[in-house]
């Protein structure tokens, strides 16, 4: 298990180029199963442990991929016959459920391991199965997996609104069916968030029509009956800018930069981020797809909730809490997407930081100093917030279970270092080495 070794206090300066986006790239590989033709895609950030980790998924399945350059990857489905989806790997990433749509809607029928517990919180999966259901699939729990079928899949209304607001998988799993049913299918209460839009781009560009997505409103026109030989064509889709990795470099350059300019984003899906960034006191040049960010001593402190697209995202919660760690006195945050979405608290105090959780809420009080420690990573954002924190502390920090990071955040350490930062990965033997050399030198 890899670990991050951070000497804080560099400042940061520089260009950083964002990858494709994780959360757009993963239901989109999901969707090649729908497909009989070649799939190329594009901008597809390959050296992420969950791309990985799809593309075995996706080989169970029967789908040959071949990775190439520049994030391109080629997709050909070359046997339709499995539709099960094992818990070995789907227990390591939850968006596996994504293709349980797909299979129902090109093979009748799925078996998908239900993907169990997460430490972000409970993820119940009922509106991604309602959702099935109201497509005319008949769905049980069959020892932990979710077993979905159906002779023929009908356009519907389908409702995707649930206690905590909609859901973005369910969307872009019932999208995926829908492309299956014969009819139309009305998505009510959809996710309006960016990646939704991406599945939809995704599915145009294989020739199915679909409209609304970007809207709590989302039309599918059916093909029917791709069980019977009848995939999609395939074809050519490009990956967008992930802005979750886009806002946690804004956040970075915030925390730690002189200047830093994101490349290759696109601003206009940050602009909860920059407009808080503005009433804080940072100051960010937007350009058409880039922004850059001045970094700061500290910040005015704020009071601000997690919740859907378009308002603040909760994937940037953790790396928020480490820049208000540096605010003039007390900020508030709550989440109310994923209400235990905490677990970098606990890790902050280790730094120094003032921090403590009351239900859904965390409570800030800025401008303790921050100094390096050993700190664990418990899932990804998470270990983005304790990646922050170290490049402001003071000393040395090291930050432990990595391999949470890399499930999202492509060779981080790579660009950070590219930015002035000094960071290094280690092995946990390499780390004992050094230990040892320390030791032996007195
Ligand atoms: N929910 C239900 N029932 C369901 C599904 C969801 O009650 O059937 C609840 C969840 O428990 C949560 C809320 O609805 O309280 C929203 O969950 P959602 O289904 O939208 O989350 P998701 O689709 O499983 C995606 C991202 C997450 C991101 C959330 C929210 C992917 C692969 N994952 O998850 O990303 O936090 O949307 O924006 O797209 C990450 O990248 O670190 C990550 C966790």
Redesign the pocket.
Known sequence: MDIFRIQGGNRLSGSVKISGS??GA?PVLFASLLCDGPVELRNVPTELRDIKTTLKILETLGARSEVGEYGSVNIQIQDVSSTCADYELVSAM??SICCLGPLLARRGEARVSLPGGCS?????????TRGMEALGAEVSIENGYVVARAAQLKGSTVYLS?????????TQNVMMAAVGAEGETVIEGA?C?P?VQATAGFLRAMGVAVEGDGTPVIRIEGRGRLDQGGGLGGGSFGIPPDR?ETGTYLLAGAIAGDKVTIEGCNPSENLALLDLLNRIGVSVEVGTSTMTVQGVESVAPVDISML?YPAF???LQGPLMALLCLGRGVSIITDK??PDRFNHLSELRRFGARVRKEGPTAIIEGGAPLSGAKVMAS???ASACLVLAGLVADGMTEVYRIYHLDR?YERMEEKLRKLGAEVERLSEKELEQDREMELAQG
């Not at 972000?120 to 991604?128: M, T, Y």
């Not at 649930?162 to 369910?170: A, E, F, N």
């Open positions: 994780k959360n993963l939850r968006a972000i919180g409970d993820r119940p999966v009922e509106l991604h649930g206690p905590m607001g909609s859901t973005v998988l369910g996710a968030e990646e979750i859907p995202p909760t994937d997407v994923f899932d990804l954002r999202g």
